[in-house]
């Protein structure tokens, strides 16, 4: 799937776009629509990191957390998603840049409240949730500041003892490192990175931000550990095998590398950064 990036796409709409960031907001709205319109795409690959991540979620989100905000709904609307696994801790509420990713992601999922909402300017009031849950967010933004921006709000909507859960690309991962040095257009034309990915930070310098905006970090880990290209690759050829025995083998394999995160070097081969912050 060839999907231009934000900036481009911003570049053929008005001259002078909005502070509103509209022109993203087109952009998501467009790679929604291509995503979610009939059958959703990479479905055996998002069953893996919806496990992953689903994962996270039970080693550490308490069992009664809330009222849990989830910054995008994307895994939601391409995949089950982690909206059973909020549901049984307590309520969650998920919020999305675009209508259309939010509107499959209620249809297809166990979400019952949702919004369009930016992370970078979250419409809540101070200290509002309980926990909150943010997948492979914050890095999908075109600067370090929006990132920064993004946790002092989340910071700001949690109440004091308020859990994060965050996860974010691992920059010190050779192959993500690599992505993040090529042009993305180039990328996305090969069809390497289906959509745009931004800037991010490698675990010490996230800890120093988490700290700095009033997050004590609790854990830190590296997960997703499985090379990428390759894995979603052998997923596409398991999926038009259309063969139950290689979807299980294939998940089996797949998880099976997250056994990684438990050896000294996690970090060079896991894809994701994951960190569990408590607010000050």
Avoid at 157 to 169: A, F, I, K, Q, Y
Wanted: hydrophobic share 45%; with cysteine.
């Amino acid at each position: 799937m060839n999907v231009p990036s934000w900036a481009a796409l911003a570049a053929s709409e008005a001259a002078s776009a909005p502070k509103t960031h509209d022109a993203e907001t087109r952009y998501w709205n467009r790679v929604g629509e291509a995503w979610t319109i009939g059958a959703p795409l990479d479905r055996l690959w998002r069953e893996h990191s919806d496990a992953v991540n689903g994962a996270l979620l039970e080693r550490w989100l308490p069992e009664r957390a809330g009222l849990v905000l989830k910054t995008d709904l994307f895994d939601e609307a391409v995949g089950s998603g982690l909206m059973g696994g909020l549901e049984r801790r307590g309520r969650a509420f998920g919020i999305d840049t675009s209508i259309a990713i939010a509107r499959s992601a209620v249809e297809r999922s166990e979400l019952r409240r949702a919004a369009c909402a930016d992370v970078r300017q979250l419409p809540f009031v101070d200290a509002g949730f309980d926990a909150a849950v943010s997948n492979s967010t914050l890095d999908h933004f075109g600067s370090f500041e929006e990132l920064a921006l993004s946790l002092r709000e989340l910071q700001r909507v949690l109440r004091p003892g308020g859990v994060l859960l965050l996860t974010l690309d691992n920059p010190v991962n050779p192959l993500v490192a690599l992505r993040n040095a090529l042009p993305f257009p180039l990328l996305n034309r090969v069809g390497l990175v289906p959509y745009y990915v931004g800037v991010t930070c490698g675990p010490r310098r996230l800890r120093r931000l988490l700290e700095a905006v009033g997050f004590q970090v609790s854990a830190m880990d590296a997960v997703l550990h499985c090379p990428r290209v390759l894995a979603v690759a052998l997923c596409r050829a398991v999926e038009r095998s259309d063969s139950a025995w290689a979807r299980r083998v294939t998940l089996r394999l797949l998880g099976a590398c997250e056994a990684l995160s438990g050896w000294p070097l996690r970090y060079l081969t896991g894809h994701f950064v994951a960190v569990r912050a408590i607010k000050k």
